[in-house]
T-cell receptor, first 115, second 113 residues
Framework: QKEVEQNSGPLSVPEGAIASLNCTYS??????FFWYRQYSGKSPELIMF????GDKEDGRFTAQLNKASQYVSLLIRDSQPSDSATYLC???????????????FGKGTHLIIQP | KAGVTQTPRYLIKTRGQQVTLSCSPI?????VSWYQQTPGQGLQFLFE???????NKGNFPGRFSGRQFSNSRSEMNVSTLELGDSALYLC????????????FGPGTRLTVT
């Protein structure tokens, strides 16, 4: 059973600070990693994806991947109140016969940015 | 470029009925996946279609089925609805099966009474 674990929060961060969101996954065959942002009552929005070990930066967002530790994180710099949302970590694993499984999601971390 | 569209946005059905949901992917995207989101279970993968073929299926009963048309549009069907089928059903599209970035539509909120 493939599992993706996230702290449900809420994680409260003051405006302008760095928000750090973490995710661990159980399947060592997982190859691709995604962060989605979901506002209440809305659908998930893809904000970052990372396929290789290390850091990937896009604007205020940095995704970090450590496959040896089966750990992926998302850093949000200069946090804004509009960043308040639930952040979902998702992974894709590859099957032995080729091809990929569907996304396996964590339950999400509820982030609150305090003005 | 227009995003993923789903119709209808809201549905109310009674137990035992069946329902069909529709999804139009982003223009040029050929892979469509379906997910169920509930407060208790979170987001769970239902199935994926590419080139009118189901490539992948999650751990859901056979009452859940789907199909894809030649224009990449997809439908999912749930037969013999149960109260536990009440959920947000999300469709996501990606370019191909080797492009794993998936973009979600607004979802269809299904309520079973």
């Amino acid at each position: 059973q493939k599992e993706v674990e996230q702290n449900s929060g809420p994680l409260s961060v003051p405006e302008g600070a760095i928000a750090s969101l973490n995710c661990t996954y159980s399947d060592r065959g997982s190859q691709s990693f995604f962060w989605y942002r979901q506002y209440s009552g809305k659908s998930p929005e893809l904000i970052m994806f990372i396929y290789s070990n290390g850091d990937k930066e896009d604007g205020r967002f940095t995704a970090q991947l450590n496959k040896a530790s089966q750990y992926v994180s998302l850093l949000i710099r200069d946090s804004q109140p509009s960043d308040s949302a639930t952040y979902l970590c998702a992974v894709i694993s590859f099957r032995g016969g080729g091809g990929a499984d569907g996304l396996t999601f964590g339950k999400g971390t509820h982030l609150i940015i305090q003005p | 470029k227009a995003g993923v569209t789903q119709t209808p946005r809201y549905l109310i059905k009674t137990r035992g009925q069946q329902v069909t949901l529709s999804c139009s992917p982003i223009s040029g995207h050929r892979s469509v996946s379906w997910y169920q989101q509930t407060p208790g279970q979170g987001l769970q993968f239902l199935f994926e279609y590419f080139s009118e073929t189901q490539r992948n299926k999650g751990n859901f009963p056979g009452r859940f089925s789907g199909r894809q048309f030649s224009n990449s549009r997809s439908e999912m069907n749930v037969s013999t609805l149960e109260l536990g089928d009440s959920a947000l059903y999300l469709c996501a599209s990606s370019l191909t099966v080797t492009h794993y970035e998936q973009y979600f539509g607004p979802g269809t909120r299904l309520t079973v009474t």
